[in-house]
């Protein structure tokens, strides 16, 4: 489904919450903050859901301590768990997420259908809902905070072609979960810079159920055998995704001689571009995103209304819903620094072993 927008950008810095270095609970799913000095004091609770530990391990590694430091630091009380892609899980922690008094609900669906059905059982019991990172189609959040996703499929297609260059190519799309919004538009994105190539043409394109990365494997395999191995470009809707397209071409003796591009900029992914078996990969800043969602909830449980920068458009019923679209960066060799100097990966963990020449090739310390 396409989704349009207007006005929906903003920029990386200028969020109205500064976000401290993360500490964790003992749990790490539940917390409260001290007393907030700020012109307000947030009187409800803020529940944030997150979808699984297996599509990427942005969810734990990234998102989680960054929504727990900017909660802290506005001094609310919140609570976060993740659904570990199951959706009937995710329904019963908002069902146990609103018994113990959440007054604002953040979730990142696993699909859509479920997702509203979440949003509207909250709604009945006066609860606000935010969409973080997914829009849910066909629900009832009062506010959409992620980045422009378009935007990142645009960066991956115009990654792709600038490492395959004007010579003729074969290109395999190796999309994200059917049941995800934001995979439709990456590969819209994509498709959008990719397509006006005359000289690119696409021998497989599939979409990988939920993300799974062992599947994305097999799928990939197959892709590559139904072309007789002519591939010279894989676009790759994550470094997950990306890295089992790698370990496929590592077999047939073709890694790192076939671009291939990612998202998330994980460890692995910015490994693989160092090691010059990934082409690139997007950073999303978990912190930039976090804090986006910080400021949100935190003007629910005020009471407030929240700064939205626009409106998107769902497309299942035409309904506006006012947003947070935040901008995604590309990131190639030249520019890894750029992640860990963000705080969006540490150094110790990508220069880790065989990789410390490379960092340090890379300028990386």
Sequence with gaps: MKRKHSLVLVPLLGLSMALTACGSDDSGDTGSGSDNSGSGEAQGKIGVILPDTESSVRWESADRPALEAA????????????????????????????????????????????????????????????????????????????????KVGELQGQGLADCLGDKDANIVYLNGSPTDNNATLFAEGAHSVL???????????????????????????????????????????????????????????????????????TVEGLQNVLAGTQCMTVYKSATQEAGALADVAIALAKGEKADATGTTVDSSDDSEVPSILLTPQAITKDNVGDVIDDGGQKAEDVCAGKFADLCSEAGIS
């Design 71 to 150: 909660f802290k630091e506005a001094g609310v009380d919140y609570e976060i768990q993740n659904a570990e892609g199951d959706a009937e899980k995710m329904t019963t922690i908002a069902d146990s997420m609103i018994g113990n008094g959440v007054t604002v609900l953040a979730i990142v669906n696993l699909d859509s259908e479920s997702g509203a059905a979440i949003q509207e059982k909250a709604k009945s019991q006066g609860v606000a809902t935010i969409d973080y990172d997914r829009l849910t189609l066909g629900g009832s959040a009062e506010y959409y905070v992620s980045f422009d996703n378009t």
């Design 195 to 265: 397509d006006e190539m005359s000289n690119y043409k696409v021998v497989g394109e599939q979409a990988v159920p939920d993300w799974d990365n062992e599947q994305a494997a097999t799928i990939f395999q197959q892709l590559y055998t139904a072309a007789d191995g002519k591939v010279d470009g894989v676009l790759a809707a994550n470094d997950g995704l990306g890295g089992a397209a790698i370990s496929i071409l590592e077999g047939a003796g073709q890694a790192g001689k076939v671009p291939v591009t990612g998202q998330d900029a």
